[in-house]
């Protein structure tokens, strides 16, 4: 791929420089105490990877351990097997907790997704936040030049430019939040909300999702900053401040449809899914894959199944609702609480339900390796993705991509990202709204061969024409204001 910013007029970029909380490896230490290195999967690196191969880029980011290892030796090992250099920001386990456990993911992903009421604002959190931010921006100057551009990803660093240009650093700096942004009355709950949206606008290109995240900022930015103008006339608006332009876009992050449809197709995993199609006969397969967090509204899309029971009981014995629900953040109280809260639902239904050769839920809280999902994905007639409020939300993209054969429906939460580009062709649902989830699976259930065909080719079309890459060259094809 071509770094469309060769071409632009004000800067000649040497390298790419990929800024995350985590680097994209998985360290894991085995019963002997020895230490393995594995490279990290996902959407981002599988884009990210040849793009920083060819440019001879860098990934900087916390290796995910707080243990004393030889960090430098194992990254360097894992950076030999990427084919391009990671850069580890080492954490004490008093940072990992305050920086990483408390303030992202106590304050800022609950309050971003307008749960204000699960925040703990607690002011030492902050304090490890900023010392944390500094940090990383302390390793990325170490090891970065003028022309580099540093992509910075995600709500744990809303603050690297700010110290970066602190420490006079005046290369481009881009940043992408994959989360979603709360409106105006939410976002002035967060007692420092002043810092971090000063902070943002020390970047040149802020990245979001949709077009409502967009707007949201603007807002915020418009109502507590002085100063200030605005141009939301084109897709990627322009914000000036006193001598200064920030571009802000809408960059719709997507996956790798292709790598996905082709694994899908593959005979081992057709085999799978077959398997697993015979082992639950006679029903309509539902799918449910959610990490464990209360954004992906787990609870409610039990109740809403219930419901779907009890209302319609001809669908007794007709579907089985699979849910796949990934182990995450399991030392917040919160999770801990959630993942007992969503298992006392399961085994209610299940014990209210259940009949002599049908089991309505199948639970299971695991990771799955890559080929069972892609089954699981391939032999569900139904997906059911209903979080309460989702940055994007990847599995609504997987599912259709993997979903070769066509015979698949997609019921998609109004308040996941992924809605903006999927609406028409899905059924969209507010996930509060148990009775209308339920008429959805309803519907869903009940869907010609022929209608549910022709929605998910239009779906898969969409997705396919704005993969991951078309994601990452937008992002980095935007042209940014001169400094
Ligand atoms: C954040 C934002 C935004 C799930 N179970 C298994 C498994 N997965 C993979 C899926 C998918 C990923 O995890 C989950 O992605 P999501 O997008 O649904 O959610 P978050 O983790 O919350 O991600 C979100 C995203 O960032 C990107 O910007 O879309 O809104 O919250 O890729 O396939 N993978 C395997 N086994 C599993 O059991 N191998």
């Keep these: 791929m071509s770094h469309p910013r060769d071409q ?23 019963d002997l105490g020895d ?14 990877a040849p793009v920083l191969r060819d440019r001879g880029g860098l990934w900087i980011g916390w290796p995910g351990t707080v243990e004393e290892v030889d960090l430098d030796g194992l990254v360097a090992i894992g950076s030999q097997d990427a084919g391009y250099i990671l850069k580890p920001v080492k954490l004490t386990a008093e940072e990992a907790n305050q920086y990483y456990f408390g303030f992202s993911n106590e304050i800022i992903w609950p309050l971003f997704h307008d749960m ?3 925040c703990n604002f607690d002011p030492a959190y902050w304090n490890m936040y900023q010392a944390v931010n500094c940090k990383f921006a302390q390793v990325i100057a170490q090891n970065t030049g003028m022309n580099d551009y540093i992509w910075v990803h995600d709500y744990h660093l809303t603050l690297v430019a700010k110290e970066l240009r602190g ?28 810092q971090i949206l000063r902070a943002l606008l020390e970047y040149d290109l802020i990245g979001f999702q949709t077009t409502r995240d967009r707007n949201n900022f603007i807002h915020c930015v418009e109502a507590l900053i002085k100063s200030i103008r605005y141009d939301t006339r084109r897709q990627v608006s322009t914000i000036t401040v006193p001598n200064r332009e920030i571009r802000v876009g809408v960059f719709p992050i ?8 082709r694994q899908a197709a593959a005979k081992s995993v057709a085999e799978r899914a077959s398997l697993l199609y015979e082992a639950i006969p ?6 449910g894959v959610d990490r464990l967090d209360y954004s992906k509204g787990i609870p409610e899309k039990l109740q809403a199944f219930r419901n779907t029971l009890e209302r319609f009981d001809d669908l007794q014995g007709k579907v089985t609702l699979v849910q796949i629900v990934v182990p995450s953040r399991e030392d917040i109280p919160e999770y801990r609480e959630l993942k007992t809260e969503i298992e006392g639902l ?4 299940n014990g209210k339900f259940t009949q002599p050769g049908w089991i309505p839920i199948q639970y299971m809280f695991r990771n799955l390796e890559r080929t069972e999902l892609l089954a699981y994905y391939r032999a569900a007639e139904i997906a059911l993705v209903t979080p309460l409020k989702d940055g994007m939300n990847l599995v609504a993209k997987e599912y259709c991509a993997a979903k070769v054969d066509t015979n698949g429906v997609l019921i998609l939460s109004e308040f996941a990202g992924a809605a903006t580009q999927l609406r028409r062709n899905s059924l969209l649902v507010n996930p509060y709204d148990i009775e209308g989830v339920a008429n959805a699976i309803h519907r869903a259930y009940n869907m010609s061969r022929d209608e549910r065909r022709s929605r998910m080719r239009r779906l898969r079309k969409s997705i396919q024409k704005r993969d991951i890459f078309w994601w990452v060259d937008s992002f980095l094809g935007q042209p940014l204001p001169i400094r």
């Design 8 to 30: 632009s007029n004000n800067l000649r970029v040497d390298r790419l420089v990929i800024v995350s909380n985590r680097l994209p490896i998985v360290l894991t230490k085995g």
């Design 35 to 48: 230490w393995q290195v594995q490279p990290g999967s996902g959407g981002l690196v599988t884009a990210l």
């Design 116 to 118: 204000q009421s699960r």
């Design 167 to 194: 420490m006079e650093l005046e290369c481009k700096i881009g940043f992408f939040l994959h989360i979603p942004f709360p409106p105006l009355d939410i976002f002035i709950k967060l007692p420092w909300r002043l």
């Design 254 to 261: 997507s996956i790798d449809f292709n790598e996905f449809a």
């Design 282 to 287: 006679n029903c309509q397969i539902i799918l």
């Design 346 to 349: 399961v085994s209610e239904i």
